[in-house]
């Protein structure tokens, strides 16, 4: 599989990032679409609403958390395969808006690909 990145949808992009592609239900507050220079917005890839509240970015619920998302992705693939064909094709970065760069859903969504 190709280069999976991963960063913040507040940090500026950077040129070898490849395909950038957001991969929340929100879009992140105060960034215009320009801003933040997205390929993509799979909004559907995302943890539902139900999980997101659930989860609050709890480091503690981050294992069950993970177990969730990751029945989300299964029972709903057509996001995961749209994705799945842009990475086939080069490099591609996750965007995300959580401050916690280690317990959110693009972490989540890089390591169920990469399984």
């Given at each position: 599989?190709?280069?999976?990145?991963?960063?913040?949808?507040?940090?500026?992009?950077?040129?070898?990032?490849g395909?950038r592609?957001?991969?929340?239900?929100?879009?992140?507050?105060?960034?215009s679409?320009?801003?933040?220079?997205?390929?993509?917005?799979?909004?559907?890839?995302?943890?539902?609403?139900?999980?997101?509240h659930?989860?609050?970015h709890?480091?503690?619920?981050?294992?069950e958390?993970?177990?969730?998302y990751g029945?989300e992705?299964d029972?709903?693939?057509?996001?995961?395969?749209?994705?799945?064909a842009l990475?086939?094709?080069?490099?591609?970065?996750?965007?995300?808006?959580?401050?916690?760069?280690?317990?959110?859903?693009?972490?989540a969504?890089?390591?169920?690909l990469a399984?």
């Amino acid at each position: 599989m190709t280069d999976i990145s991963l960063r913040r949808a507040y940090d500026p992009p950077l040129p070898q990032e490849g395909r950038r592609v957001l991969v929340d239900r929100l879009w992140p507050r105060g960034i215009s679409r320009e801003t933040l220079g997205a390929d993509l917005w799979l909004k559907e890839i995302a943890p539902s609403d139900e999980l997101r509240h659930w989860f609050g970015h709890d480091p503690e619920k981050w294992p069950e958390f993970r177990r969730r998302y990751g029945a989300e992705l299964d029972a709903n693939p057509g996001p995961l395969h749209e994705l799945r064909a842009l990475i086939r094709k080069g490099p591609v970065t996750l965007l995300y808006g959580a401050r916690d760069t280690q317990h959110n859903n693009a972490v989540a969504l890089r390591d169920y690909l990469a399984q």
